[in-house]
C-alpha cells in the first residue's frame, strides 16, 4: 500500500513538473505547481514527516503560489507569449547535460541502496516525541537551532523591506 | 518501507527538470516555478536522509529552505514588476544589460 502510494504521488510529481515546464500558458503552469506541491506534500507524509507536509501545503501551495498567480494576473499574459522562445541553438548540449547529471544522480542513488546506509542507524523513535513530529520538531528548533531560526526573523524583516524599496514608483 | 534509493532518484528527477526549465524557458515567471521545482526536490532528498537516517535535522533544514525560499520568491517577484515595469516584457532575453 506505502509503495503503491508512493509511485502514484511520485508519478504525479514528475508529470506535473513537466507540465509546469512545457506547458505554454503560465497560468496552467502554475496550477500543475500547485499539483506537484501537494503529491510532494503526500510524499513527505508518507515519510512520517508531518510537520513539513503541513509546512508544505500551508507555505509552498498556499501563501507563495497564490503570490504566483497574482504576479502573473497582474502582468500581461499575452504579451509574453509572443516572445516565448525556446532555446534551440544549444538544444543538444543542454539535453545532454541533463542527461549526464542525472546519470550521475541514479548511479549515487542505486550505490547508496547496494550499502548498508538505507537500513536506518537511529531507529525512528528519536524523530517523534509523545507521537508527534511535531512537536519533536519544535523541540529542536528552540534549543538546538535557536541562533538560526531568530537570525530567519531577520532574513524575512530584510525581504520585507526589500519588497517596500523594490515595489515603490520612482517617481516620489 | 520505501528505499531510498527511490526517493532520490525522485529527487535527482524533479531537479533535472527544474533545471530544463531554467534553461529552456525565457519567460521569468516559469524559471522561478523551476527553482521552486529545484529546492523542492532538494528538501525531498532532505527528509529522505532525514527518515532513513532516523535524525530530525533535515528537517529541520527543510523548515529554513522553505523560510529562504519564501523571501527569495517575493524578492524575485518583486524584480519581475520592476523589470515588466522597465521593459514592458517579462522575457529573460530583455533583461540583456548589465545595468539599469
Known amino acids: ?172 | 518501507m520505501i528505499p531510498l534509493s527511490y526517493l532520490l532518484i525522485l529527487s535527482g528527477l524533479l531537479f533535472t527538470i527544474g533545471i530544463i526549465g531554467v534553461l529552456f524557458k525565457r519567460n521569468t515567471i516559469i524559471i522561478f516555478m523551476s527553482i521552486e521545482l529545484m529546492l523542492n526536490s532538494a528538501n525531498l532528498s532532505f527528509v529522505a536522509f532525514s527518515r532513513y537516517l532516523g535524525n530530525l535535522n533535515g528537517q529541520v533544514y527543510v523548515f529554513f529552505v522553505m523560510v529562504v525560499a519564501a523571501a527569495e520568491v517575493v524578492i524575485g517577484l518583486a524584480i519581475i514588476v520592476n523589470m515588466y515595469r522597465h521593459f514592458k516584457s517579462i522575457s529573460a532575453d530583455r533583461a540583456n544589460l548589465l545595468k539599469w
Open chain 1, 1 to 172: 500500500m506505502e509503495m503503491f502510494l508512493f509511485f502514484f504521488f511520485a508519478f504525479l510529481c514528475v508529470i506535473s513538473s513537466l507540465c509546469v515546464v512545457f506547458l505554454k500558458n503560465p497560468i496552467k503552469s502554475a496550477i500543475s505547481l500547485i499539483v506537484n506541491f501537494f503529491s510532494m506534500g503526500a510524499i513527505y507524509l508518507i515519510l512520517n514527516a508531518e510537520f513539513i507536509a503541513l509546512m508544505q501545503v500551508l507555505v509552498y501551495a498556499g501563501a507563495i503560489m497564490v503570490l504566483f498567480l497574482f504576479i502573473i494576473m497582474l502582468l500581461d499574459v499575452k504579451h509574453t507569449l509572443k516572445e516565448e522562445i525556446f532555446f534551440k541553438n544549444n538544444l543538444y548540449l543542454v539535453l545532454s547535460f541533463c542527461i549526464v547529471f542525472l546519470t550521475i544522480i541514479i548511479s549515487v542513488a542505486t550505490s547508496l541502496y547496494n550499502s548498508g546506509l538505507m537500513a536506518g542507524l537511529k531507529g525512528l523513535d528519536w524523530m517523534f516525541i509523545d507521537n508527534s513530529n511535531t512537536k519533536a520538531i519544535g523541540r529542536i528548533l528552540f534549543s538546538k537551532y535557536l541562533l538560526p531560526f531568530e537570525i530567519t526573523s531577520l532574513l524575512l524583516l530584510v525581504a520585507a523591506i526589500g519588497i517596500i524599496v523594490l515595489g515603490k514608483k520612482k517617481n516620489t
